[in-house]
């Protein structure tokens, strides 16, 4: 049972370059989160995707900044116009549940380099 | 506003012996509460976890310990090995997961 998949594991843009970053969950998960984790901090929530919807965006940038889930294919966060400061891990995690009682299980991240 | 907090941000081990990390949170109303381990450039694994209706649960060598009414839970790791060396991240389940800055554990031989 594969895990949580993301990709790529690295990505170097140039500043003002479109980033797009995917999460395939894990195998019968339906719900998505997106974390960023910036040099010696903890992880940020950017935002909570069920399939098709936008469950609580209330952590992500209100500009250059989406993400989707769409019925069919994996998750994307896509950052446009990159400036220096978005150089971070970004980390999806996926539940199968929207129960409070459960666990979210990590893909191993995508490590966003601005250049 | 940080909802959860770990004010240590390293903690240091003699191999062998207990390791306790400690964790405060400020919402109430939170009721699920989950540790994770991450080594440098993986993604965080989950630990153990714990639920409101509870003061303790424990998976092998790792308790987590919680007290509703100072809003603190810790994590004890006993007997401490060298591979326990990583970022430990206390969170509270809401819809999303929030987490706290996490602290780095150093065990050592």
């Known amino acids: 049972n594969a895990g949580v998949m993301q990709n790529p594991r690295h990505l170097v843009r140039r500043r003002g370059q479109e980033a797009r970053l995917r999460c395939s969950p894990m195998?019968?998960?339906?719900?998505v989160y997106w974390y960023r984790q910036l040099p010696e901090e903890g992880l940020k929530f950017m935002v909570y995707l069920q399939k098709e919807n936008i469950i609580d965006e209330s952590g992500m940038p209100k500009e250059r900044f989406s993400a989707e889930f769409p019925k069919e294919g994996p998750s994307i966060l896509r950052i446009q116009q990159v400036v220096r400061g978005d150089s971070a891990a970004y980390f999806c995690a996926s539940s199968p549940l929207r129960q409070k009682n459960t666990e979210a299980f990590f893909g191993q991240g995508t490590r966003l380099t601005v250049v | 506003d940080q909802q959860v907090k770990q004010n240590s941000p390293s903690l240091s081990v003699q191999e062998g012996r207990i390791s306790i990390l400690n964790c405060d949170y400020t919402?109430?109303?939170?009721?699920?509460f989950l540790w994770y381990k991450k080594y440098p450039a993986e993604g965080p694994t989950f630990l153990i976890s714990i639920s409101s209706i509870k003061d303790k649960n424990e998976d092998g060598r790792f308790t987590v310990f919680l007290n509703k009414s100072a809003k603190h839970l810790s994590l004890h790791i006993v007997p401490s090995q060298p591979g326990d060396s990583a970022v430990y991240f206390c969170?509270?389940?809401?819809?999303?997961?929030?987490f706290g800055k996490g602290t780095r554990l150093h065990i050592l031989p």
């Open positions: 969170a509270a389940r809401d819809d999303k997961i929030i």
């Open positions: 195998k019968g998960h339906s719900h």
């Open positions: 919402n109430s109303m939170f009721d699920y």
